[in-house]
Structures are given as structure tokens and as C-alpha cells.
């Protein structure tokens, strides 16, 4: 089965950047997308980013372009989420998502579209 571990959260000011990581395992070789979702206290969960495994073309939520680059490494079954110019707002717990479907390669990113996911990394920003 597919494992997602999310790692690299942690505590930054305003204004700093910060990369959280996600190494996958398992039944990997035909899935197809993978995102970054994000659920802060008393919220919703919402997209932030997907990339396209095969293709790696990406979408961003509003909220994040232009802030938020995702990526991966597929030599290390890995996908990244570098942040820059963090907000307080960014406060939130990031998870790693992944589905054996393809990103439907535009906005709104949905959490049913994804099915398997990862335990989340907690990423604080303090202004």
C-alpha cells in the first residue's frame, strides 16, 4: 500500500522560508498525482499544490502562488513543498497527498480527489 511521511515541519518568523518533505513508499509506480494540503486550527482542509508525477506540471492555490514552489525527485520518491515569504496564516498542519488519478491540472484543489495521505508536518509562523 502507499505510505506518505511528511517531514521538515517546524517554527519560523514572518517573512522566512521553509521546506517540508514527502518521501513515498509502497504501491507507488502507478499513481499519478501528488499534492500538499494544509488544515490549520478550527478550519478545513485545502489544496495548496499539486504536481503531476509523469508530466511534473503543477497548480497552486491562490492563496500560495508565487510563495510556494512544489517539486519532486522521483529518483528518491520524494516531493517537496519549498516555502518562502511565510505568514502567520500559513500556520497550519501540511499533508502529503496522493492518487492513482490523474491532477486535474487546474484550480480548486480538492481533498476527494486523493486518497491516500500522510500523517501531516506542523509548520508555525510567528509574526
Known amino acids: 500500500r502507499v505510505q506518505l511521511v511528511e517531514s521538515g515541519g517546524g517554527s519560523v518568523q514572518a517573512g522566512g522560508s521553509l521546506r517540508v518533505s514527502c518521501e513515498h513508499s509502497?504501491?507507488?509506480?502507478?499513481?499519478?498525482?501528488m499534492g500538499w494540503f494544509r488544515q490549520g486550527p478550527g478550519t478545513e482542509r485545502e489544496g495548496v499544490a499539486t504536481?503531476?508525477?509523469?508530466?511534473?506540471?503543477?497548480v497552486y492555490s491562490d492563496t500560495v502562488k508565487g510563495r510556494f514552489t512544489i517539486s519532486q525527485d522521483n529518483a528518491k520518491n520524494s516531493v517537496f513543498l519549498q516555502m518562502s515569504g511565510l505568514k502567520a496564516e500559513d500556520t497550519a498542519t501540511y499533508y502529503c497527498?496522493?492518487?492513482?488519478?490523474?491532477?486535474?491540472?487546474?484550480?480548486?484543489?480538492?481533498?476527494?480527489?486523493?486518497?491516500?495521505w500522510g500523517q501531516g508536518t506542523q509548520v508555525t509562523v510567528s509574526s
Open positions: 509502497g504501491n507507488t509506480y502507478s499513481y499519478s498525482c
Open positions: 497527498a496522493a492518487d492513482y488519478g490523474p491532477c486535474t491540472g487546474v484550480p480548486p484543489i480538492r481533498v476527494v480527489d486523493f486518497n491516500f
Open positions: 504536481i503531476s508525477i509523469a508530466g511534473g506540471s503543477t
